[in-house]
Nanobody, 124 residues
C-alpha cells in the first residue's frame, strides 16, 4: 500500500522560509510524478508545484514562481518543497500527492495517492 507522510509545516513570519518533505512508501515512487497542493477553508484544492519522475520537468502555479522550488530524491523516496519569501496568502494546509503518470500533470484527478497534509501559517 502506498503511503505519503508530509512534514516540515509550521508557523513562520512573512519573508521567512520553510521546507516541506513528503516521504513516500511503495517501490514505484521513482516512476511517478509528484505534486504539492494546498487548500484553505472554503476553497478548492490548488496545485502549487509538480515534478516529473526524473526531475527534468517541473511546473509551478504563477503565485509561487521564483519563490518555491520542488525537488525529489528518488533514492530516499522523498519529495521536497522549498518555500522562500513566504507571504500570508501562502497560509494553507499543504498536501503532497503521487500522480498516476510519470509526467507533469496538473489536475487533482490525475493523482491517485495523497498525504494527510501539513499546516503552513505565515504571519504578517
Amino acid at each position: 500500500q502506498v503511503q505519503l507522510v508530509e512534514s516540515g509545516g509550521g508557523l513562520v513570519q512573512a519573508g521567512g522560509s520553510l521546507r516541506l518533505s513528503c516521504a513516500v512508501s511503495g517501490r514505484t515512487f521513482s516512476i511517478n510524478a509528484m505534486g504539492w497542493f494546498r487548500q484553505t477553508p472554503g476553497k478548492e484544492r490548488e496545485l502549487v508545484a509538480v515534478i516529473s519522475w526524473n526531475g527534468d520537468s517541473t511546473y509551478y502555479t504563477n503565485s509561487v514562481k521564483g519563490r518555491f522550488t520542488i525537488s525529489r530524491d528518488n533514492a530516499k523516496n522523498t519529495v521536497y518543497l522549498q518555500m522562500n519569501s513566504l507571504k500570508p496568502e501562502d497560509t494553507a494546509v499543504y498536501y503532497c500527492a503521487r500522480a498516476r503518470s510519470s509526467t507533469v500533470v496538473i489536475s487533482p484527478t490525475d493523482y491517485a495517492y495523497w498525504g494527510q497534509g501539513t499546516q503552513v501559517t505565515v504571519s504578517s
